[in-house]
């Protein structure tokens, strides 16, 4: 399978002038260990993320790389304190859409994802996939679009809460198809995910590697997934362009920040040592594994890949009228 891995020279060649002292500050750090804030439990895709990454840095570096679990609030009690940190590079956050673009369209937050932040890496993409309950009669998405649209009442579908990224995903889809679905909002990802399971929903949009564990048990029919490509993880699910849902872009991004104000030395080693993680064969299969899609690239570009983010979940949140 291609990965979109965005791949940096990795050597650095720093002015000398007036950047000595960072230069000496980056190339000593880490000197004590690092933690990396997750806004969600242990288990999840973004936790598996966290994990994967903080063991290959601290592999790297000869230095812990610990992952926090902070969850609450769709991931906005986690980053709130990472706006609190101090700047120094020991402190950084496993930043997804849920938390911050996808949070900041619906609602006022005590923190700006694009002035409180320091954005580091762009580590994955996170392919999303539609799942139905195994008993509907549909076997592919055009079916289910049609069946969709003639039922009545409307059919349900769940989401682990108001504004996360599979509940933004699904009402992208109904814009696009004109389907006219219930949204059933839960405490979390296994009532939501046991719920479809069950019958009591009909529909479930998330993450593809929360579906991986059940997309062969025949408990769910899993449709169409969000990634360019078909991955190899789930090899007979098609694309949505595949399935006739063109263009149908969910960047569900996982990438590295710090707090706003970190050292650009440091900033840069971390990206470059991310971007040395990302090149590594070993990693690239296990994103793959997990249904990820390795990105890579420079600060500057996740710094304009946040923002223009922000913009597209802001005009869904618009177009479909969502409130908390």
């Given amino acids: 399978m291609k990965t979109k891995t965005i791949l940096k020279a990795l050597p650095l060649i720093f002015p ?22 997750v806004g969600f439990a242990p288990g999840g895709a973004n936790d598996i993320l ?34 609190r940190a101090n700047p120094d590079g020991y402190t950084l956050g496993l930043g997804t859409a849920g938390p911050t673009t996808m949070n900041q369209a619906l609602q006022k937050l005590p923190f700006d994802i694009l002035t409180d932040f320091t954005p580091i890496v762009h580590l994955v993409d996170m392919p999303h996939a539609l799942a139905i309950n195994a008993k509907l009669p549909p076997e592919t998405l055009a079916e289910f679009i049609e069946y969709a649209k003639e039922s009545d009442p409307p059919l349900a579908y769940s989401s682990p809460g108001v504004g996360n990224s599979g509940h933004l995903a699904m009402e992208m889809l109904k814009q696009r198809t004109q389907m006219d679905l219930t949204h059933a909002a839960y405490r979390g990802a296994a009532p939501a995910l046991n719920d479809l399971i069950a019958g009591h929903v009909q529909a479930y949009f998330t993450s593809a590697a929360a579906l991986l564990p059940h997309a ?34 969910l960047p569900v991004y996982g990438g590295l920040l710090g707090p706003q104000g970190m050292p650009p030395e ?22 793959e594994n997990n249904a990820m899609v390795a990105v890579g690239g420079s600060p500057d570009e996740f ?11 802001q005009q869904v949140v618009k177009e479909a009228n969502i409130e908390l």
Avoid at 242 to 247: A, C, H, I, L, Y
Avoid at 306 to 311: I, R, T, V
């Fill in 266 to 287: 440091v900033v840069e080693k971390i990206n470059q040592s991310a971007l040395e993680v990302l090149a590594s064969p070993t990693f690239l299969e296990a994103l």
């Fill in 303 to 313: 710094s304009q890949f946040l923002a223009s983010d922000l913009k597209r979940w």
């Fill in 50 to 83: 966290a994990r994967l990454i903080a063991k290959e840095l601290g592999d790297l570096w000869g230095e812990t790389v610990l992952v926090e679990n902070k969850p609450g609030a769709n991931g906005a009690i986690a980053f709130e304190q990472l706006a």
């Fill in 16 to 37: 000398i002038v007036g950047l000595l002292g960072g230069a000496a500050y980056a190339k000593d750090y880490p000197e004590r260990p690092v933690r990396i804030i």
């Fill in 216 to 249: 062969d048990t025949g408990t769910i029919k899993v449709l169409a997934i969000t990634s360019d490509e078909s991955m190899a993880s789930l090899p007979k699910v098609p694309t949505m362009s595949q399935t006739g849902v063109e263009q149908f872009e």
